[in-house]
């Protein structure tokens, strides 16, 4: 019994939530990142399956940037380049040849699953190396608040970036006709199309703004969350994305809360060790998923599609 309320007092112990706080933010941002990409792509028409692909073109490209160039900018900018990759193929086959958008997503993060892996290899051989900590931001006062300061508000400035984007997408999706033409092209592709204004290249800029914020979530999970890039590295986030998004209902700010819960459930393990608590690996690496499954049937009924989601526009067809 003592053992007992031992355990249960460590898991309440400021260094535990500490822990649990700041590496759920580390793990989320890069769900962040790529569940914005997400509701943009869904917002137009698109479901994006590939985001898992996309992410670890990203992680790779990302890691050999910054590891190669010595600057994590660098890294960044080329997760984004790999990202778009995956997207360039997903907006080709999908959008402009009407393929399948599920089977081209999977097809995508099959490819990005075995090129990065036999391209990492060939690199690097049996050997991982690593990169340094990444430079970090510190916003004066709040970084002081106790159990939250350190963790939350003492981040890499990509972090506060992204939130910040996640902002300006509220503003674009509520206030500007670019928002206006994207909820069109998902809900009423033949409305926009009426209107004078291509479906085909909405979609395009949408999927290919996909796959840069997908790729620099990637990058930003090797670079900053790991500091290594490393086979298959991304886990299943990349569907994990696409579950925010949907549970989001195409609301950016509900995306970023979504994905540092997520975020949080990535990272108990470590949050467990402090707190001496001892749980099989493979039962805490499987709390994401129960998660997803959880909140799925919590709240799928209220996920929100685009009635054109998925489907392929071919003027004037019916």
């Not at 790999?82 to 959008?95: P, R, Y």
């Amino acid at each position: 019994m003592t053992g007992v309320l031992a355990s249960s007092s460590g898991i309440f112990s400021q260094a535990v939530l500490t822990s649990l706080i700041a590496g759920g933010i580390v793990a989320g941002l890069p769900l962040m990142f790529t569940a914005l990409g997400e509701t943009i792509s869904e917002r137009a028409g698109v479901l994006n399956l590939g985001l898992e692909g996309m992410m670890l073109f990203g992680a790779y490209l990302g890691f050999i940037g910054a590891y190669y160039g010595h600057s994590a900018w660098l890294g960044f900018a080329l997760g984004a380049v790999g990202g778009m990759i995956g997207s360039t193929l997903m907006v080709s086959l999908c959008v402009w040849l009407g393929l399948d958008q599920i089977v081209v997503g999977i097809a995508i993060t099959l490819a990005g699953e075995g090129i990065t892996s036999v391209l990492q290899g060939a690199e690097f051989g049996n050997t991982y190396p690593r990169l340094g900590p990444a430079s970090t931001v510190a916003i004066p006062v709040l970084d002081r608040i106790p159990v939250l300061g350190a963790s939350v508000f003492t981040q890499p400035l990509l972090a506060y970036l992204g939130i910040a984007f996640a902002g300006v997408m509220v503003w674009v999706f509520r206030s500007t006709n670019i928002g206006l033409n994207l909820r069109a092209a998902g809900e009423k592709p033949e409305a926009l199309d009426a209107a004078g204004i291509s479906v085909i290249a909405t979609r395009t800029w949408a999927g290919m703004a996909t796959g840069a914020l997908a790729g620099i979530g990637g990058a930003y999970l090797s670079i900053v969350g790991a500091g290594v890039f490393t086979p298959f590295m991304t886990q299943g986030q990349g569907y994990m994305a696409i579950v925010i998004a949907m549970l989001c209902r195409g609301r950016p700010g509900w995306v970023v809360v979504g994905s540092i819960l997520f975020g949080i459930s990535l990272s108990i393990t470590t949050a467990l060790q402090i707190a001496g608590i001892n749980i099989s690996n493979d039962l805490v690496q499987m709390l994401p998923f129960i998660a997803i499954i959880v909140s799925l049937i919590a709240f799928g009924r209220r996920s929100y599609l685009p009635p054109a989601l998925c489907i392929p526009y071919v003027r004037g067809a019916r």
